[in-house]
């Protein structure tokens, strides 16, 4: 149908062509059939006129009577030829014009059926008024006087791949951005135009690159429950690779902050950011993907805030803030690093079970002590460079610091082997043994003992967010004051895209 339409266009376009060349070519037969009649009044040897007579004005060349008799009767005849076929001639013009702009209508109802640019509008809206768009779009050009409230409801669809070295996570984000606009109220024919109406003009502050989705689709919602105006629901569907400063000195039991900041191009004296108060923004944690490595909280925090620095201008913009969380698994470091580190540790104390003047304890404490090397060069091909030390770290160098006592003292007794008596050294190396045990206990003691007021503290809070924001949004879903409002955009949205997903 959509092809027969455009054929039907042009067709159309080439009868109106033709028509004009029909026209053109009855002037021009008419033209041709006056010059005869002048060639035949003219007189016999006249053809070639003498200068002077060339340069005579053509109002003072004598006439013929012959030809000043048959003049008046082309002047009389000729004004009603024209008259008549100029009048058939607008008739025509203007018929095919209104069949044009009835063929346009129609070929862009159709094309937007099958193709939907916006799909938050029904295709069947899109033949309106044009007066009535042109005095909306107008209105929607001039800067607003009155600061226009966005509320925004971010939700992570699918979160595909978190990088702790590239500093940088892939996602899927769903944003809903909802704010009044007086000027559709009582318009329910107007189609909401994005590039001719107000938007809010939201970017991403933290995007690494382009996007790899980037669709849209808008919604004007009339009559909504708790709002005085018209309610433009915009959908912005986005994928793309963030950046994040990862706070990792914490790892491996680091809880992580995945942040989308979005801001506008527009100052904050114009347009204010903030949470949609009808529903709360979300993470989808069933289509989580990065599972080996990580567990994802179910809550989201928002919060606002304002920035110059992005922009060359003094004026502050607003931004808005939507944070998911994810702790790391432990499993694969407290096995493969922590565990090993641990037992090369433990194995020097076997090294008492030589004899103190013997140099075989040096030596093999030695060599543990450069197999803990290794593990710290692992450690560091797993983060990022950074200036400070993690939790790992730490461990790591313990170990390391405490080989080297170890050390020290194995190079001690050797050296008090030579004057002092068997069993003084012997009495020395015991003291040596408790004194060395007593730090390696002592040590991972306070260790754990940290790591419970700081790392694990925070899982535990983190827990207790889950919780607190399981129940808020069951409240808000079910007897919040905007339930019925967020109910019918839903049910609108559903309606009008018919079941497709953007």
């Known amino acids: 149908m959509f092809n027969a339409a455009s054929k039907l266009l042009e067709v159309n376009t080439l009868i109106k062509e033709k028509e004009l060349r029909k026209t053109a070519e009855k002037k021009r037969d008419q033209r041709r059939a006056e010059k005869p009649n002048d060639e035949k009044n003219q007189i016999p040897g006249s053809s070639r006129k003498s200068p002077e007579k060339l340069l005579k004005p053509p109002e003072k060349l004598h006439k013929s009577p012959e030809k000043a008799h048959q003049s008046p009767l082309k002047e009389h005849k000729s004004p009603e030829k024209e008259t008549h076929l100029g009048h058939t001639f607008k008739q025509l013009v203007t018929s095919l014009d209104a069949n044009s702009k009835i063929l346009e209508q129609t070929v862009n109802f ?23 768009a042109e005095e909306i779009h107008h209105n929607s050009k001039e800067k607003r006087q009155e600061k226009m409230v966005v509320q925004l409801r971010l939700t992570f669809m699918k979160i595909t791949d978190i990088d702790t070295v590239t500093q940088q996570f892939e996602a ?46 808008y919604k004007v919602v009339h009559n909504a429950p708790g709002y005085g105006a018209p309610l433009v629901v915009w959908l912005w569907r986005f994928k793309g690779f963030f950046k994040e400063n990862l706070e990792l000195a914490h790892f491996p039991i680091d809880v992580q902050d995945l942040t989308i900041s979005l801001t506008t191009e527009r100052s904050d004296e114009e347009i204010d950011l903030i949470e949609d108060s009808s529903s709360l923004s979300g993470v989808n944690t069933g289509t989580f993907m990065d599972a ?68 075989d304890r040096l030596g093999v404490t030695i060599t543990l002590l450069l197999t803990s090397v290794t593990f710290k060069l692992i450690v560091k091909q797993s983060l990022p460079t950074i200036s400070y030390l993690t939790y790992l770290d730490l461990y790591v160098i313990a170990a390391l610091v405490f080989l080297g006592l170890t050390s020290a003292q194995h190079a001690i007794i050797r050296y008090m082997s030579m004057k002092y008596t068997e069993a003084e050294i012997i009495q020395y190396d015991n003291y040596s043994i408790i004194t060395l045990l007593g730090i390696f206990i002592a040590f991972h003691v306070i260790f754990a003992i940290y790591m419970r007021l700081t790392a694990i503290r925070r899982r535990t809070i983190m827990v207790e967010k889950d919780k607190i924001y399981n129940s808020k949004r069951k409240f808000i879903d079910h007897f919040g004051e905007n339930a019925r409002t967020e109910k019918a955009i839903e049910q609108s949205m559903s309606k009008t895209r018919g079941g497709t997903r953007i």
């Open 172 to 217: 899927e984000i769903l944003v809903r951005a909802k704010w009044m606009e007086p000027l559709l109220d009582g318009k329910f024919g107007v189609v909401f135009d994005p590039h001719t109406m107000w938007v809010p003009n939201l970017i991403v502050l933290n995007l690494d690159g382009g996007f790899i989705i980037d669709k849209h689709c």
């Open 292 to 359: 080996q490595e990580w567990d994802i909280y179910t809550h989201v925090e928002t919060y606002e805030g304002k920035t110059t620095l992005e922009y060359a201008s003094d004026e502050t913009h607003p931004i808005f803030y939507a944070q998911c969380r994810v702790k790391r698994k432990v499993g694969y470091f407290l096995w493969n690093i922590v565990f090993i580190v641990s037992l090369i540790t433990v194995l020097t104390f076997t090294t008492f079970s030589i004899e103190p003047s013997s140099a």
């Open 110 to 132: 159709l094309r937007q059926a099958q193709h939907p640019i916006n799909e938050g509008i029904h295709p069947a809206s899109k033949i309106q008024t044009p007066h009535l």
